[in-house]
């Protein structure tokens, strides 16, 4: 494939390392959150890979649906508008991927917390919460990842309906409030815990980032995943449609 970089941060360099050293992709090309982005960008291309900040891939998301070139997308922070684009992207038939971690053993950490949810259900004595550690340069706050852990909470576990960021003084944390703890800290990769506690005893999962490999690699895996499908079954799907292709294979 030529794949086209939106984004020349650290995942973007991480992604061109893994293309580069690859016998079956090439980068067709590289553009930075100050270029001019519009549907001809990417003319030539046969997959996208969008790894920049909230504000730069909202001002260019139109541009990529009406190139009708594949995009993966790792950009997180913009949970509160993918219905829209979600429909934008379908309306267009167009495609679009997008995961807040492209990580497999993130993915399967999101898939056993999903079952844990679902067991500790109907024991009342047992409670959750989550928590994340990131960098200090992590511009999300809780991390798109840690979010959608606490969405798979909330969809498996009736006992919680809401997240909690943060709590105001002297305000005590609901028994159906989900909390999920951010800490920015020094060069870590990524650290995301789910906590389940009673009087009895601690239940915690932990998946911790070694380095970015495992973020790009997926990337790439995704893109090729979504390439393949897009002439018969375009449209918006997450890194849980592939997983569930990968594994039905």
């Not at 959150?33 to 996208?48: H, K, L, Q, T």
């Not at 167009?94 to 898939?111: E, K, P, T």
């Not at 004595?125 to 200090?136: C, P, R, V």
Request: negative net charge; hydrophobic residues 45%.
């Amino acid at each position: 494939m030529k794949i086209t970089l939106v984004g020349n941060g650290r995942m973007g360099q991480q992604i061109a390392g893994i293309v580069g050293a690859s016998d079956n992709h090439v980068i067709h090309k590289v553009l930075d959150v100050s270029d001019a982005i519009e549907a001809g960008s990417f003319e030539g291309a046969d997959a996208i890979i969008d790894f920049t900040v909230r504000d730069a891939f909202l001002g260019n998301y139109k541009a990529l649906v009406a190139s009708g070139v594949p995009v993966v997308v790792g950009t997180t922070g913009w949970d509160d508008v993918m219905p829209q684009i979600a429909g934008e992207v379908n309306a267009a038939g167009s495609s679009m991927l997008y995961s807040a971690n492209f990580s497999l053993g993130v993915n399967i950490f999101f898939r056993t917390l999903r079952e844990t949810a679902r067991l500790i259900a109907p024991f009342e004595q047992f409670d959750i919460a989550l928590s994340e550690q990131h960098h200090t340069g992590k511009a999300d706050f809780p991390s798109g990842t840690a979010i959608k852990a606490a969405q798979e909470v909330l969809n498996n576990n009736p006992r919680k309906r809401t997240i909690v960021r943060e709590l105001e003084d002297g305000r005590k944390l609901r028994s159906d409030e989900l909390q999920v703890a951010s800490i920015r800290l020094g060069t870590v990769f990524g650290v995301h815990s789910a906590i389940i506690d009673s009087e009895s005893d601690t239940i915690e999962l932990t998946h911790t980032a070694k380095n970015r490999t495992g973020f790009a690699s997926g990337a790439v895996r995704a893109a090729e995943w979504l390439a393949g499908r897009h002439a018969t079954s375009p449209g918006f799907c997450t890194m849980d449609d592939f997983l569930n292709d990968l594994f039905s294979a």
